[in-house]
């Protein structure tokens, strides 16, 4: 079993920055894939980025390639997700999620039925 609590959302003006994180607890940590999603008002939620067990993998939308970066530290049981030159279509309730299943990273990491455990997701929202 593996719970997940994301913080560090907030209200950002567009091209700020924020880092979100998502506290794991549970043995499964370590060896699972991490995912962001986000959900906006009325739309469905989506794939942000993954990164494998070790960190070394990561996969990203296209949206926010370049823009954001994902990043872990097993010792912490956390995962992090960078996000500069924010815009406002990026407003969304942004969710971590774990794989426990995959240790690695592919283009089947965007599915969010490979994930078994979410969290309650943190708001974040732009401001143009």
């Known amino acids: 079993q593996v719970q997940l609590v994301e913080s560090g959302g907030g209200l950002v003006q567009a091209g700020g920055s924020l880092r979100l994180s998502c506290a794991a607890s549970?043995?499964?940590?370590?060896?699972?894939?991490m995912g962001w999603f986000r959900q906006a008002p009325g739309k469905e939620r989506e794939f942000v980025s993954a990164?494998?067990?070790?960190?070394?993998?990561?996969y990203y939308a296209d949206s926010v390639k370049g823009r954001f970066t994902i990043s872990r530290d097993n010792a912490k049981n956390t995962v992090y997700l960078q996000m500069n030159s924010l815009k406002p279509e990026d407003t969304a309730v942004y969710y971590c999620a774990a794989d426990r299943d995959r240790s690695y990273v592919d283009n089947q990491s965007q599915m969010q039925s490979n994930y078994d455990y979410w969290g309650q997701g943190t708001q974040v929202t732009v401001s143009s």
């Open positions: 990164i494998s067990r070790s960190g070394g993998s990561r």
């Open positions: 549970g043995r499964t940590f370590s060896s699972a894939a």
